[in-house]
């Protein structure tokens, strides 16, 4: 089963960065809208920030200003940068297809922010 995979998740504190990554050796990314997720356990899915195959880019609105997500077609790599991060960006992030394809979830990486 191909899946995405995401790392770079971290406890940081208040203030602190991080750069997230996904990847698919298998799973080509080029001509597809791409998004990052996150999500906190009992609560909703968030959109954070998605990615057209153009580079057009789109963010929530909670994460505009602090968050930059990018994309490498060739190394297969979608990214996102994330600074000033705040207690409440604490979240389970993964990356997939913009709508989301049911089987390509990865595990996620765990993004922590306290002090």
């Known amino acids: 089963q191909i899946q995405l995979v995401e790392s770079g998740g971290d406890l940081v504190q208040p203030g602190g960065s991080l750069t997230l990554s996904c990847t698919a050796s298998?799973?080509?990314?080029?001509?597809?809208?791409m998004a990052w997720y996150r999500q906190n356990p009992g609560q909703l899915r968030e959109l954070v920030a998605k990615?057209?195959?153009?580079?057009?880019?789109n963010y929530a609105d909670s994460v505009k200003g602090r968050f930059t997500i990018s994309r490498d077609d060739v190394q297969r790599i979608l990214s996102l940068q994330m600074s000033n991060l705040k207690t409440e960006d604490t979240a389970l992030y993964r990356c997939?297809?913009?709508?989301?394809?049911?089987?390509?979830w990865g595990p996620g990486t765990q993004v922590t922010v306290s002090s």
């Open positions: 997939n297809f913009a709508p989301a394809a049911q089987r390509y």
């Open positions: 298998d799973l080509i990314f080029r001509g597809y809208e």
């Open positions: 990615i057209t195959e153009s580079g057009m880019v």
